[in-house]
């Protein structure tokens, strides 16, 4: 029993509050596993900057097969952990890496986005406007700065725009396939993250990634980001 | 591929006629592949009288509807014309004017490979040499098993054919993002196994890691998004039964064997 409970309060604490709300306790073997959260938009809401066809699919397949296949990596995690076979214990560690941050990221990405007339795009008033300019120059700076970034990076991956909280600055990352951004920097909040693999952007602008880059902030949703920063810096 | 290695004369090299006439039968055919169909080298005079070598974006050895419905013309169009075509242009933007210009493709990949620390040329190089590998890979008309040799020694190694296919395509299935998955010839095994499956993340591939590729899935989502959208294993499974061409794949482990014979 001390073991599940283990298991538990670490995933818990490792994915950070905006999952509980997704996580469900499974009576029976007491493993908490995870759901696809739902839009807070329909998939055309985007449109034109990005496609229903491509939200839909995002949504319903990409996202939802990193939470099947996160659940069955925790599932053989906890088995392994219980049997004490610690050479299975380190060969999950990349499908649960894999699986768990494409599920964290994604989740993120959803709440990144806004349709234009509920307020996305709209760039931020108040203390992150503020940082934006005094950390990274401008708003014109952090969109060509994330842009160039995002063009930039080979295969797969994020582009963040990120709080480093110890030391209260804005920062641009990129992490590789589904690395989350803690994986930059343990002091590393994500604000807005801009999914840049293929499949984020192909039915609809093929491999002109900076056509996507471009339209992408057309639908960012800055109060989101700002409710976040605003949390880390009172 | 095993006749890749570079030549600066302005001979067009007897692989570019043989791919013509033995899978087109005729040169209009391969015309429906964009405006430039040079061979491998091209070089050319600048005003200055200075001789500047450059890579050429190859055309694949069929012609662009050809590997229709399982691959589409659609799909083509854009990983050839527009990703294989940038790897190649972006190449030589990159080694223009520095040491690396005027050395082969596969030279230019393992310096900038660089014992795995990659430096900033090598993810074009090494896709603009993948790209073209993996056209090779594939026939119109492909898929089945392989024979001969090939499928003896794949028994041998494997176990039987269907093991084989089984780890081919669980490694195209379970590469993490961006990548390809290879069936590779090993030319110092310690195990006495000659053959394996490989997978690699985005550029990386096996020629650096110092084996001999026979046989290339590219599972970058560029590659099957067009067609197949989030369902890799569905185009695995179709490049396996209708496009793999194990003719390709026999010539190459015949090549790599007489080379450590």
């Known amino acids: 029993m001390a073991l599940r409970t283990i298991v538990s309060r670490k995933t818990l604490a490792a994915l950070g509050s905006g999952l509980r709300a997704e996580a469900r306790l499974a009576a029976s073997r007491g493993l908490v596993t995870f759901s696809l959260p739902d839009l807070p938009y329909d998939y055309g809401a985007l449109e034109p900057a990005i496609s229903a066809e491509i939200m839909q699919?995002?949504?319903q397949k990409h996202h939802q097969t990193y939470v099947t296949n996160y659940n069955k990596a925790l599932e053989q995690l906890e088995d392994a952990m219980a049997k004490g076979d610690a050479l299975a214990v380190v060969k999950l560690q990349s499908a649960i890496k894999f699986n768990g941050g494409g599920?964290?990221?994604h989740s993120i990405f959803w709440k990144n986005?806004?349709?234009i007339r509920e307020g996305g795009g709209e760039p931020p008033k108040g203390s992150l406007g503020w940082a934006i300019d005094t950390d990274l120059g401008s708003m014109e700076a952090l969109v060509q700065r994330m842009n160039a970034e995002g063009a930039a990076l080979q295969g797969s991956g994020w582009v963040w725009l990120?709080?480093?909280k110890d030391f209260k600055k804005l920062v641009v990352e990129t992490t590789a396939n589904q690395d989350p951004l803690v994986t930059k920097g343990a002091n590393l909040v994500p604000l807005i993250g801009i999914d840049v693999w293929e499949h984020a952007y192909y039915l609809q602008y093929k491999n002109v990634k900076p056509d996507y880059l471009k339209n992408i902030w057309k639908v960012i949703n800055w109060k989101y980001a700002s409710e976040v920063y605003e949390k880390e810096c009172h | 591929m095993a006749t890749a290695t570079a030549t600066t004369s302005s001979a067009v090299p007897a692989t570019?006629?043989?791919?013509?006439?033995?899978?087109?039968?005729?040169?209009?055919r391969s015309l429906r592949w964009a405006r430039n169909q040079h061979q491998r080298w091209s070089p050319r005079r600048s005003g200055a009288a200075v001789i500047t070598a450059k890579f050429d974006l190859k055309p694949p050895p069929y012609p662009q509807d050809a590997l229709e419905p399982h691959m589409s013309q659609n799909t083509m169009s854009f990983h050839w014309g527009k990703h294989h075509r940038a790897y190649v242009d972006n190449l030589n933007k990159q080694i223009v004017g520095t040491e690396l210009q005027g050395k082969s493709l596969e030279d230019v990949m393992i310096r900038t490979y660089n014992k795995g620390d990659l430096l900033p040329p090598f993810n074009n190089a090494a896709q603009v040499w993948?790209?073209?590998?993996?056209?090779?890979?594939?026939?119109p008309g492909g898929g089945g098993k392989p024979s001969g040799e090939l499928l003896k020694a794949i028994e041998r190694d494997f176990g039987s054919f269907e093991k084989f296919s089984e780890e081919f395509r669980s490694a195209a299935a379970t590469q993490f993002g961006s990548g390809w998955a290879?069936?590779?010839?090993?030319?110092r095994p310690s195990d006495g196994k000659e053959l394996l499956v490989l997978k690699t993340p985005n550029a990386v591939n096996p020629l650096v890691l110092g084996y001999t590729a026979l046989l290339t899935i590219d599972v970058w989502e560029h590659a099957y998004y067009l067609d197949y959208q989030n369902r890799r294993p569905d185009y695995i499974s179709i490049f396996m039964e209708k496009l793999v061409s194990w003719d390709a794949v026999s010539a190459k482990l015949e090549v790599a064997k007489s080379r450590v014979a």
């Open chain 2, 182 to 187: 290879w069936l590779v010839f090993n030319p």
């Open chain 1, 103 to 105: 599920h964290i990221n």
């Open chain 1, 57 to 59: 699919l995002h949504h």
């Open chain 2, 130 to 139: 993948n790209h073209d590998f993996f056209w090779d890979s594939m026939k």
């Open chain 1, 113 to 115: 986005l806004s349709p």
């Open chain 2, 16 to 28: 570019a006629f043989l791919r013509r006439q033995g899978a087109n039968g005729g040169a209009n």
């Open chain 1, 162 to 164: 990120g709080l480093d």
